[in-house]
Nanobody, 125 residues
Framework: VHLVESGGGLVQPGGSLRLSCTAT????????MAWFRQAPGKDREGIAA???????FYDDSLKGRFAISRDNAENTVHLQMNNLKVEDTAMYYC????????????????????WGQGTQVTVSS
């Protein structure tokens, strides 16, 4: 499995970005896919996940601003980020463990085996 993130960049506070994660070498079986982020000097944190039946999971502090979705035809998972704040600045990663159901540990870095290389999001005026 090979994951490639895209869509990061520099945005002003209050702006929006849409990140994408495209999977290749992948049988497209609607596995649990998650987004994480890691700011300098901080741990990598789970922010959103989507499972086989398109049930979504979010970090409570981000729900309402961030939305995860899946484009099955494109083997792609998106993360729509609105009303971005300076504290959203981080490297954003997608991940999967080739399981259908995300489960209660969806936010745990240890629950995922496959990771992309990350895409940088910088929120600054």
């Amino acid at each position: 499995v090979h994951l490639v993130e895209s869509g990061g960049g520099l945005v002003q506070p209050g702006g929006s970005l849409r990140l994408s994660c495209t999977a290749t070498e992948y049988d497209n079986d609607r596995y649990c896919m998650a987004w994480f982020r890691q700011a300098p000097g901080k741990d990598r944190e789970g922010i959103a996940a989507i499972q086989r039946d398109d049930t979504t999971f979010y970090d409570d502090s981000l729900k309402g601003r961030f939305a995860i979705s899946r484009d099955n035809a494109e083997n792609t998972v998106h993360l729509q980020m609105n009303n971005l704040k300076v504290e959203d600045t981080a490297m954003y990663y997608c991940a999967t463990d080739l399981r259908y159901w995300c489960g209660g540990s969806w936010f745990s870095r240890a629950a995922y085996t496959y990771w992309g290389q990350g895409t940088q999001v910088t929120v600054s005026s």
